[in-house]
């Protein structure tokens, strides 16, 4: 699995028109091939600065993202932020749920 998490400061005047991009790319990118998740949060201390993060089967179905003309929309929001965005990009090969916090807390959860 892919993980990409993408940190994106708006300008405080374009704050709303980044908020739509980013919320009308929700659905139809959910339905590209390979795409598990695609989830976009609003920092609670900072309402300009947003977080995306896509979760990919593998990175063949994110590269296709990239290539989409959907993530040049994307790209072209930056003339629209106070700084490039941050871009982080995470391969994971095994993933654990709350089994892991029992083991740690001895079964007491």
């Known amino acids: 699995m892919i993980?990409?998490?993408?940190?994106?400061?708006?300008?405080?005047?374009k704050q709303k028109e980044v908020?739509?991009?980013?919320?009308?790319m929700i659905e139809p990118t959910g339905k590209e091939k390979g795409c598990l998740s695609y989830e976009v949060f609003l920092d609670i201390e900072d309402k300009n600065v947003f977080s995306l993060v896509e979760e990919w089967e593998t990175r063949d179905d994110l590269r296709l993202h990239w290539r989409s003309d959907r993530f040049g929309v994307l790209l072209g929001t930056k003339a629209l932020?106070?700084?490039p965005p941050k871009i982080q990009i995470h391969t994971v090969s095994y993933s654990e749920g709350k089994e892991a916090i029992h083991a740690a807390r001895d079964n007491r959860i």
């Open 3 to 13: 993980i990409v998490r993408i940190i994106m400061n708006a300008l405080p005047e």
């Open 19 to 24: 908020m739509q991009t980013l919320v009308s």
């Open 81 to 83: 932020l106070c700084e």
